[in-house]
């Protein structure tokens, strides 16, 4: 079936097409470039995987709870609404809601396969070539595999979100060539990485917490690059390009925390737009997730060297300043080694399930005594 066909809503054009600005840039240096950056690109290289051989297909979700969504985060949850739902209703507004968030994570991921293929153009550095030339790879990989459990498991697709595409589209017509890296490595995975985590923690469902767990890995890779690129280059730069930078990023978050209410969905349900909108600003449920999506994304813009007081007082209103402090090193190894472990207990789950089978044939074939 075509995925026009499984649209929820009216998408638009197929295609969506942005001018591109700015330089292709060859480097003539073939030296050994920097040993971090070049370290990581070993590990992109080692690190890749086949998104039909490592994720296990063949299981099944449920159809009327595909991520295993607790009542309370769902927006309409205490709302007059919800007394009126049936038991089916609630079963396709959860369906609706995983379809939305998918959805978004699968947009956001080619955002991030253009983003990184426009790095390998634009980025001066050959390292820095080099590496986003594997996360191009990456990014490939994730939206192949949400598709896939979008139209198999789910059956269902949400078009684009409005600040999603509106964020997409400024990150690469700007014809600097640091601006996919701050646009789409720092704020765009930033926050869908603390979006993923978010779910694999708490959802129930063996196949997207494969889907999540795998593909936070190669995410932790991809923001420790951008950490990388962009703390070199940002000492270079003067106050006054590091604040327009800071603007970036400020216009940014808003853009992003405004997308994260799911109101498309409530109008498919026929709850006119502003009542949506304030459902779901009322929602605590919503309230916090929204707050913890920034985990990722405060510790990072400090790090690289953003951190004047016109952000600091954006982030104090938001009321994710304090996250500032939080160790971004620490929460991207707990992502390397919670992938690492889901691998070992399902290898270990295989291999025990083979030596019962050749127990069970060994026994089958002994005659009685």
């Known amino acids: 079936m075509p995925t026009h066909d499984l649209y929820a809503m009216d998408h638009g054009a197929a295609l969506w097409q942005v001018p591109a600005t700015g330089a292709a840039r060859f480097n003539w240096e073939y030296d050994d470039g920097r040993e971090r950056l070049l370290a990581l690109y070993q590990k ?11 994720i296990d297909w063949a299981l099944e979700v449920d159809p009327d709870d595909p991520l295993g969504t607790p009542d309370e985060a769902l ?63 990456d990014e490939a990989r994730h939206a192949e595999i949400y598709g896939r459990f979008l139209r198999e498991k789910i059956g269902m697709l949400y078009p684009i979100n409005d600040n999603l595409q509106s964020l997409l589209g400024d990150t690469l017509r700007d014809s600097r060539w640091d601006m996919p890296y701050l646009g789409m490595q720092v704020l765009i995975e930033g926050l869908a990485l603390a979006a993923f985590g978010m779910i694999r923690d708490t959802t129930d469902e063996p196949l997207p917490k494969q889907i999540l767990s795998y593909v ?61 909108e304030q459902y779901s600003e009322q929602s605590e449920f919503l309230a916090l997730f929204r707050k913890l999506l920034f985990s990722r994304i405060v510790p990072c813009v400090k ?21 500032g402090d939080s160790n971004l090193d620490l929460l991207m190894a707990q992502d390397e080694e919670i992938a690492e472990k889901l691998d070992e207990e399902r290898f ?22």
């Open 75 to 137: 927006s309409l949850y205490g709302t007059p609404h919800w007394s009126k739902l049936t038991d089916q209703d609630k079963g396709e507004l959860r369906k609706h809601y995983a379809s939305w968030q998918f959805s978004q994570f699968l947009h956001g991921e080619q955002g991030a396969m253009i983003c990184a293929a426009r790095i390998v153009e634009s980025v001066p550095d050959l390292d820095a070539k080099f590496y986003s030339a594997t996360q191009t790879m």
């Open 216 to 276: 936070m890995q190669d995410e932790a890779r991809h923001v420790a690059f951008g950490r990388m690129a962009l703390r070199d280059h940002y000492r270079q730069l003067s106050d006054a390009e590091l604040r327009e930078r800071e603007e970036f990023v400020i216009e940014g978050c808003y853009l992003m925390r405004d997308r994260l209410r799911g109101v498309e969905v409530l109008e498919n349900f026929g709850i006119p737009k502003a009542e949506a």
């Open 348 to 369: 270990a789950a295989e291999e025990a399930e083979r030596v019962a089978e050749v127990e069970r044939a060994i026994e089958a074939g002994v005659p009685e005594s």
């Open 303 to 323: 790090d690289i060297g953003l951190w004047g007081k016109r952000l600091q007082q954006a982030y104090a209103d938001m009321g994710v300043f304090e996250m």
């Open 44 to 54: 992109g290289k080692d690190k890749q995987w086949d998104g039909h051989k490592r």
